[in-house]
């Protein structure tokens, strides 16, 4: 088994954090994997937030099913799918006037637009998390970021078209996690 099969094998949810911070290149390596993710038509429909403030990462704690470790996690980014920063290059381009001028409709983002930037900021999150496992960095998903996407969409103050795809907690984990991966169907 080749190592990157070895790791994707033994990687787990990391969710009881070594205190430590993660090194400003470690962060770096992180991010810039992301970045490096498959996009759809090279839009790059996603944003990432780092979050620092202890007042933000409490209430993601509260928000997120009450799990504490989120406060606690060393690092922590929440990934957008974002459409509005096409929709604002429409609207600086000129696009809807010159749509006037032609009798056609403006175009506003629909359905499969938000499908598209969903899939490209999970696709990124992914590149991070195997990034991290690969620097021995643990993480843990939390999709309960959806659930109550319109209390985040409140806390990060998101424009329009921009929605929370996923948060990830990252760290080195304070001890070894009993057992192997976890069994899958």
């Not at 969409?153 to 998101?158: E, K, R, S, V, Y």
Request: net charge negative.
């Amino acid at each position: 088994m080749n190592s990157t099969l070895e790791l994707l094998e033994k990687r787990r949810s990391i969710r009881l954090y070594d205190p430590t911070p993660l090194t400003q290149a470690e962060k770096d390596a992180i991010l810039h994997a992301a970045m490096r993710a498959p996009t759809a038509g090279a839009m790059m429909l996603y944003t990432i937030i780092e979050v620092n403030d202890p007042l933000k990462k409490a209430a993601l704690a509260e928000s997120c099913d009450h799990q504490a470790f989120i406060a606690a996690a060393p690092y922590l980014l929440l990934f957008l799918a974002d459409y509005q920063r096409w929709s604002d290059l429409y609207e600086a381009a000129g696009c809807a006037a010159r749509a006037a001028e032609l009798g056609l409709p403006p175009r506003n983002p629909a359905e499969g637009d938000l499908m598209l930037a969903f899939m490209d900021a999970l696709i990124a999150a992914q590149t991070a998390v195997i990034a991290a496992e690969s620097l021995g960095i643990g993480s843990c998903y939390i999709g309960d970021i959806i659930e109550n996407w319109e209390t985040h969409q409140a806390l990060f103050d998101l424009p329009r078209y921009t929605f929370p795809a996923v948060l990830i907690c990252f760290g080195r984990a304070s001890r070894t996690p009993p057992g192997g991966p976890s069994p899958r169907f």
